[in-house]
Structures are given as structure tokens and as C-alpha cells.
């Protein structure tokens, strides 16, 4: 996660440098690639994956076994992103002995601005931020279906690019990418608190991401391709 989070880092600085956020957009799916080529999971990729696991009942796999690894993946994604979070902050503010620089600057105003622009719409707020999440990990998860249909190097990192870009693009709420952000933004003096983090960002995300998730991509694609797709025997164990 230490490179996704180092991404966004980037594409905030290409944005802020070139005046243009469709730029940092445009580039920031290079983290995603880098990651997923590289073998790591993101928690809103192991939401759609290993329910559908589930679902298809795999020999092994437990609704227990399913919380284990979304414990274990969020645990490393929001360690990687948290270490990243304080060592970009140091840099913007040269160890912690000078203001933020622009870029950090912009990034604490980032999260200062999204996360109490939700809360001082209570309810409605909150809606807002869950469509968003789900909006977001809808893009997400395709990218993680799009790395799979092809079998070269190009071939997946264009599949990734297309929707990654347009997630970020569209400033959705993506629950891995908050947990660098806000963190950061809390580090260099953004006016928000640690439960404001949590009550109007990360948890309503993580919910949203979820559910987008699964509902548009993973349980669409498996309906739609389970017909068509060749029988498979399932083990007698697994029928029990």
C-alpha cells in the first residue's frame, strides 16, 4: 500500500504544480498498476473477490476466513499508508520544523475541506460520502477484473488505468487513498480531529466501497458469467 499511497502523494503534486487536477488524475494510476502487478491486495479489491469466492463455494473458504483477511489487509493497507502519511509529512515540512510547503498545504486543506464539508451536512453528508464510496470502488474493482482478462504487462496496466483514472478524476472516496490523505492532513495541521477521520471519512468509505463493490462489479459479473461459463465440478466436501 506504501506505493499507492506515494501515488497520490505524486498526484497531488503534479496537480498542485500544473494547475490542472485532470493531470494528477491522468498519472495517478500508476500507483494502482505498480501494486497490483507487483502481487499485493487492496482492501476494496479482497471485498469483491473473496465473497464471490464464497459464493462459488471454493473448497476452504469461510465467511471466518473472509473477515480474517479483510482484518489482515486493512491492518497492512492503512500501516503501509500511515508510514507514508508521516514520512511525505516530514518531507513537506522539513522534519516537522517549518510550515507545511504548498503541497502540504493543499493536502491538509484537502482534508480539512472534505471532511468537515460532509459533517456540517449531518445527514445528507453522509449519504453523499457512502454514494461516493460505492461510486468510487465500482471504478476500482473493475480495474481489478480489467488486470485479469489480459495476460501481458501492457495489457493490464491499460485495463487498470481507464477506470483508476476516472475514480480519482472524480475525486470519489476511496477508503485506502484516505487512509494517506487524512492521516497526513491530521500531521501537518488540518483542522479536523482523529473521530472526525473516522466518523465523516473512513468508515462511512469503507461501508460505501464495500458495497459498490460487490453490488456493481463483483455479483454483476458473476450473474452475468456464470451461465456462460464452462461447468465446473465442485468437490463433495465443499458441498457440505
Same mark, same amino acid.
Given at each position: ?6 501515488? +497520490?502523494a505524486?498526484? %497531488? ?7 490542472? !487536477? ?32 464464497? *459464493?462459488?463455494?471454493?473448497?476452504? %473458504? ?8 479483510w ?9 503501509? +499508508? ?17 510550515? !507545511?510547503?504548498a ?6 486543506? *484537502? ?5 468537515l ?6 445527514a ?6 457512502? *454514494? ?11 480495474? %481489478?477484473?480489467? +488486470?485479469? *482478462? ?6 493490464? +496496466?491499460?485495463?487498470?488505468?481507464? !477506470? ?7 475525486t470519489?472516496e ?9 492521516p ?15 466518523i ?5 468509505? %469503507? ?22 461459463a464452462p461447468?465446473?465440478a465442485?468437490?463433495?466436501a465443499?458441498?457440505?
Amino acid at each position: 500500500m506504501r506505493v499507492r499511497a506515494l501515488a +497520490a502523494a505524486f498526484a %497531488v503534486t503534479v496537480s498542485h504544480q500544473t494547475g490542472y !487536477p485532470i493531470i494528477g488524475a491522468i498519472l495517478f494510476p500508476v500507483g494502482f498498476v505498480m501494486l497490483y502487478l507487483l502481487g499485493f491486495d487492496l482492501l476494496t479489491g479482497v471485498f469483491v473477490l473473496t465473497p464471490l469466492a464464497l *459464493i462459488d463455494r471454493r473448497p476452504g %473458504v469461510t465467511v471466518s476466513g473472509i473477515l480474517k483477511n479483510w482484518g489482515l489487509v486493512f491492518a497492512g493497507n492503512f500501516l503501509g +499508508a500511515f508510514t507514508v502519511a508521516v514520512m511525505m509529512a516530514i518531507v513537506f515540512t522539513n522534519g516537522f520544523s517549518t510550515e !507545511p510547503n504548498a503541497v502540504g498545504k493543499t493536502i491538509a486543506g *484537502i482534508g480539512e475541506a472534505r471532511t468537515l464539508g460532509y459533517k456540517e451536512f449531518g445527514a445528507a453528508g453522509m449519504l453523499t460520502l457512502f *454514494i461516493r464510496g460505492m461510486l468510487c470502488n465500482w471504478m476500482v474493482s473493475t480495474g %481489478v477484473v480489467g +488486470a485479469m *482478462i489480459s495476460t501481458s504487462v501492457s495489457g493490464k +496496466a491499460i485495463a487498470m488505468w481507464m !477506470p483508476i483514472m476516472v475514480f480519482f478524476g472524480m475525486t470519489f472516496e476511496h477508503s485506502v487513498v484516505n487512509m494517506f490523505l487524512f492521516p497526513s492532513a491530521l500531521l501537518m495541521g488540518g483542522g479536523f480531529s482523529v473521530m472526525d477521520y473516522l466518523i465523516w471519512t473512513e468508515i462511512p468509505t %469503507v461501508v460505501g466501497n464495500l458495497i459498490g463493490g460487490l453490488a456493481f462489479t463483483g455479483l454483476t459479473l458473476y450473474s452475468t458469467h456464470l451461465k456462460t461459463a464452462p461447468k465446473r465440478a465442485i468437490p463433495v466436501a465443499a458441498r457440505g
